[in-house]
């Protein structure tokens, strides 16, 4: 009963994970492994061939999805452990991969240790992101780069008193990316520029860790490098957006190295005894960037003048940051939980930058720009959790915070200085209030609301006041489960003649039924409705237009549903479907008004009455059939489709249908 | 009289059941420590499918290490003295911590007496999961693990799902982060185990967010291109953070945004409006010669495409 339980909890997370059609969930091999010597092995490795056919904008897929061609190590496992505890050399290694030989996101993970003596582990991913300058956002910004992190963590003694440890974290980012520049002043003319992107970070940790008289104390030392040396180049004329603009571009450099390093450290100390807890964080951070901007073009400007111009640029970034907490905890019986935690940030951003421009041969000055900007929050939360009886309990809590924000920013040109400093702050007021419910062992429910009022926040579309409400029932055996959910969120933010509010509602309902062995399904639905509505300001024509209104509708309709049938002895079949439609405010796609159409002065300001609904469909149905061919080998085979339609009005429908899957071999050796 | 004698009959054989049959624990019972601690090779008789895993489970280290007092160690080390259990002959309720019977806060308790002190789980005890009576054996399976780490009972993502299905809806947009596809966990943001105050925003919401090593938006972790310093910074990164303009999970939107369009997303906050921005006079509102019926002044980060922050110019042009 026990192992038919478990094969229901494996074919659940089947199912719930259902969204690429690749790799195979299926497990292959002896589940128990194989004893080989002193150590228990279990391993798969999936290898089999993607393909893809698409058609439509092959860069929104690529976007989106990014799945190609060719043959990938889909997924493996390597598990080895001692079966006595004393391997020579370690006690488990645990090897995971997904996606090797080139899928766009792939990912190896391991671990391995020696008990007592040491453990290591090691993440390495990779991620190709494609961004072709999605039209809707009206990005230029395109990126084809890679990106790829890798962290090692070592702790020697991991299980005495005593510990040390090590780390190291790599992220780096390359490849082609197209931005833009706009030359020669703020009314020229905007130019693609190709760049080539390469940044790096580099972190090293070193750390202790001693338990003594009940105390635990973690130190931790780091040291974190940056550096982007992305190159800027055009050495051939470029005509720029504008058709009607004189500027041309036909030189363009741009050097910017940008290095620095931001060394840290942590301390931690805890105390946790039977009725009591205790613990306190202090970090330390003090970042630091230097850079250079060397910059020259060469064209005519927007009245058709030659124009031969270097820029120049130095300084400097700083950033510490402080950061302390401290942690409360009382339980003096099993009923009751009090807890409180007030902690401290505080972050002083510094910058300056000396500006040189020469102009056609002619030094135009240095100005040096300088900024501050620094935010130091102080929050108190305090919470209690108490269990009226085995069926209730409440909760709730009263949380403050204050943050004072001060700024400066000044420019010094040719020995005249200018300045100008700022302090604001800003208090919130929020309280939590919550029911916990369990009728029945298999039923829960829950019911809690927030109410938070904020006096000054620092944006327009901030908290201000708003309260939120949540409720949640779930219900589970072992055969079925269903859970439901609603979330509501409003908040408005208005002042005297300004005015932003945002509501948002999500209601979901989920559940999962496994009759037979042989048989689960599970199906699901979720809406979220947001709808914003926030003043604005624009110039149209150089007239300011206020009192305008931005009006954000969307109403997402999403849905899934997954069926996992084993068909005889030896083969699994999942069947799955997932669905999100944006039906906007509700108008037909031919009644929303276009945002690019307007000509004159006086259509400006329906660009804005309009509300801003962008209807859209998104569709992603899957098939994947695993044929079990011996004790130690599966065939697989699957299917996913996705097609993604917009149904608003633009001038380039970004639409496409792609036709995805893969054939796999799944074995164990 | 035959009923007289019948319930004798049944009563006898219903008294007779419940004695403890010393059988072959017998020895064990009698070398039970005075708290009742009967050692770990005892339980491998009644559970051996358990037992025969239990190699791969990280809690064998306690056994292993031959230096950890009877409650620290294996079986009993989690489940509390096994005397009653076999004087009783099994049953679930003659185990002093049987997990399915206890009342979540009891089970955060028990297992808190070791794992109490990480770093990772400062805030547990005052985490969304734990006021919402969701304890450590609600996400995580110590006997029947299907995945190698952590001991967790299901994929993360499907773990965290199953009381989430918003955030499953969210990852399901065409704009996400690949969490469905594998390739990162709802744990390289978030720490279920409970946070410290984020320190972004007025530090009271978002909460289950982790924070990077400078206690930064968990964003910047991967994104550092983003993170700076730089001599000039969009306050609105620094301030109230990422989410000022972009879903942390999914959007229909491009790039992850609030908004379809660039300008709208812009204009809501550079309006002028009076009491907000650095002095309190409105957050700038552009420059007249932006014409906002011309594309090229609706794409705003064609020109301030430095937006997350600037070494070379305060407005963010390059």
Redo the contacts between chains.
């Keep these: 009963m026990?192992?038919l339980i478990?094969s229901f909890?494996?074919l659940?997370?089947g199912?719930?994970?259902q969204?690429?059609v690749a790799p195979t969930p299926e497990p292959v091999g002896p589940p128990?492994g194989e004893n080989a010597g002193t150590y228990?092995v279990l391993n798969s490795f999936e290898l089999g061939y993607r393909f893809r056919a698409v058609g439509g904008d092959l860069g929104k897929y690529r976007?989106?999805v990014n799945f190609g061609n060719g043959i990938k190590l889909l997924g493996s496992?390597l598990?080895m452990?001692?079966?006595?505890?004393?391997g020579r050399f370690f006690d488990?290694l645990?090897l995971?991969t997904?996606?090797i030989g080139g899928d766009p996101?792939?990912?190896s993970?391991l671990?391995l240790e020696k008990?007592?003596l040491y453990r290591y582990d090691m993440s390495w991913?990779l991620?190709e992101y494609f961004?072709p300058g999605?039209r809707?956002?009206?990005?230029?910004?395109a990126l084809n780069t890679s990106?790829r992190?890798q962290d090692h963590d070592f702790t020697l003694f991991p299980?005495s008193a005593f510990k040390l440890f090590a780390g190291y974290t790599r992220?780096s980012?390359d490849g082609p990316g197209l931005?833009?520049?706009?030359i020669f002043d703020?009314?020229g003319d905007?130019f693609p520029l190709f760049t080539e992107i390469r940044?790096q970070?580099n972190?090293y940790r070193l750390g202790g860790e001693a338990?003594l008289a009940g105390f635990?104390l973690?130190v931790l030392k780091?040291w974190?490098n940056?550096k982007?040396d992305s190159l800027l180049n055009v050495n051939q004329r470029l005509a720029g957006?504008?058709t009607t603009d004189n500027t041309t571009l036909s030189t363009f450099r741009?050097n910017?190295p940008?290095h620095?390093n931001?060394p840290?450290w942590?301390l931690?100390l805890?105390r946790?005894s039977r009725r009591f807890?205790m613990?306190a964080?202090y970090?330390n951070?003090s970042?630091?960037?230097d850079?250079v901007?060397d910059?020259l073009t060469l064209g005519t400007d927007r009245l058709a003048a030659a124009r031969n111009r270097q820029?120049l640029?130095l300084?400097?970034?700083?950033?510490p940051?402080s950061?302390a907490?401290l942690?409360l905890?009382f339980?003096p019986t099993?009923?009751l939980?009090v807890?409180n935690?007030t902690?401290f940030?505080h972050?002083r951003?510094n910058?300056?930058?000396a500006?040189t421009e020469i102009d056609n041969n002619t030094t135009a000055g240095e100005t040096v720009?300088?900024?501050f900007?620094g935010?130091r929050?102080?929050?108190t939360?305090s919470?209690v959790?108490y269990?009226v009886s085995?069926t209730a309990?409440l909760?709730g809590g009263y949380?403050y915070?204050t943050?004072r924000?001060r700024?400066r920013?000044g420019q010094s040109f040719d020995g005249f200085a200018e300045s100008?400093a700022?302090e604001?702050d800003?208090r919130?007021h929020?309280g939590l209030a919550?029911l916990?419910l369990?009728p029945m062992k298999a039923l829960?429910i829950?019911l809690d609301g927030e109410l938070?009022r904020?006096n000054?926040?620092?944006?327009?579309?901030?908290?201000k006041n708003y309260h939120a409400l949540n409720a949640?029932a779930?219900y589970r055996s072992r055969v079925f489960?269903a859970?439901a959910?609603a979330?509501t969120f409003y908040n408005t933010n208005s002042?005297?003649?300004?005015s932003?509010s945002s509501f948002t509602r999500?209601y979901?309902?989920?559940g999962s039924y496994t009759p037979r062995g042989w048989l689960s399904v599970d199906a699901?639905y979720?809406k979220?409705h947001l709808d914003?509505n926030?003043?604005?300001?624009?110039?149209?024509?150089?007239q300011?237009?206020e009192g305008n209104r931005?009006i954000?509708i969307?109403n997402?309709h999403?849905g899934?549903f997954g069926a996992r049938l084993v068909l005889g002895k030896r083969a699994d079949l999942y069947l799955g479907y997932?669905i999100?439609r944006?039906l906007g405010d509700g108008r037909s796609a031919s009644s929303v008004i276009p945002?690019?159409s307007?000509?004159?002065?006086a259509?400006?300001s329906p660009?804005?009455l309009a509300a801003?609904t962008?209807p859209?469909s998104?569709q992603?149905p899957l098939a994947r059939l695993s044929i079990r061919l011996h004790e130690k080998l599966r065939w697989n085979v699957g299917y996913q489709h996705y097609s993604?339609h917009e149904d608003f009005a633009q001038v380039f429908y970004q639409n496409y249908r792609a036709h995805t899957g893969y054939v796999s071999l799944l074995w164990s050796f | 009289m035959v009923q007289i004698l019948l319930y004798l009959v049944l009563a006898g054989t219903r008294a007779f059941s419940q004695t403890p049959s010393p059988g072959p624990f017998a020895d064990a019972i009698a070398k039970a420590s005075p708290e009742g601690y009967v050692g770990n090779s005892v339980c491998r008789a009644c559970h051996p499918n358990i037992y025969q895993n239990f190699f791969r489970n990280p809690h064998q280290k306690s056994i292993l290490s031959g230096k950890e007092p009877p409650e620290k160690t294996g079986c009993e080390g989690c489940h509390g003295p096994g005397r009653k259990h076999l004087e009783a002959s099994g049953g679930k309720t003659t185990i002093p911590f049987a997990f399915s019977l206890m009342k979540p806060a009891e089970a955060l308790d028990r297992c808190l007496t070791c794992h109490g002190k990480d770093f990772t789980r400062a805030d547990i005890r005052r985490s969304s999961h734990s006021q919402s009576d969701v304890a450590c054996n609600n996400c995580h399976s110590i006997h029947n693990s299907p995945v190698p780490k952590s001991l967790l009972a299901r994929q993360q993502t499907a773990l965290c799902y199953q009381c989430h299905p918003g955030v499953r809806a969210q990852f399901s947009m065409p704009s996400r982060h690949r969490v469905n596809e594998g390739f990162m966990n709802c744990t390289d943001c978030h720490n279920p185990h409970g946070t410290p105050a984020p320190t972004w925003r007025a530090g009271l919401r978002p909460r289950m967010v982790t924070q990077a090593l400078a206690n930064e938006e968990p964003c910047l972790k991967c994104h550092t291109d983003k993170r700076g310093p730089f001599a000039f910074e969009h306050a609105a990164v620094r301030v109230d953070g990422c989410e000022t303009c972009h879903f942390p999970h999914g959007s229909p939107n491009p790039k992850l945004f609030r908004r379809a369009t660039t300008f709208a997303l812009c204009l809501e906050c550079h309006n002028g409006a009076g009491n907000f921005g650095r002095n309190g006079d409105g957050v700038t509102v552009q420059a007249p010669f932006h014409d906002l019926r011309s594309p090229r002044f609706q794409n705003c980060t064609t020109c301030h495409f430095r937006i997350h922050g600037s070494n070379a110019d305060s407005r963010f042009l390059r």
């Design positions: 026990r192992n478990f909890a494996m659940a997370c199912l719930k994970a969204p690429t128990r228990n976007s989106d496992r598990q452990n001692s079966r006595d505890g004393r488990e645990t995971t997904q996606g996101y792939q990912s993970i671990r008990n007592k991913r991620a961004n999605l809707v956002s009206e990005g230029l910004h990106r992190f299980q992220n980012q931005s833009t520049i706009q703020s009314r905007e940044r970070r972190e338990t635990t973690n780091g974190d940056w982007d957006a504008s741009r910017e940008y620095g931001s840290y942590r931690f805890n946790n807890g613990n964080r970090s951070v970042g630091r960037r850079f901007v910059e820029i640029v300084g400097n970034g700083s950033r940051v950061t907490n942690n905890a339980h099993a009923r939980t807890t935690h902690g940030h972050t951003m910058g300056d930058s500006y720009n300088f900024s900007l935010i929050t102080i929050e939360l919470d959790s269990a085995k309990g909760y949380h915070s943050r924000i700024s920013q100008q700022f604001q800003n919130v929020s919550g916990r369990r829960t829950q938070g904020a000054r926040p620092f944006f327009p579309i901030s908290e949640r779930r489960s859970s959910q979330r002042t005297t003649l300004f932003h999500q979901s309902f989920d699901g979720t979220i914003t926030t003043g604005i300001a624009y110039f149209a024509a150089s300011l237009h931005s954000y969307s997402l999403t899934y997932s999100v944006d945002l690019y307007q000509t004159t002065v259509d400006a660009v804005f801003q962008f859209l998104y992603a993604y």
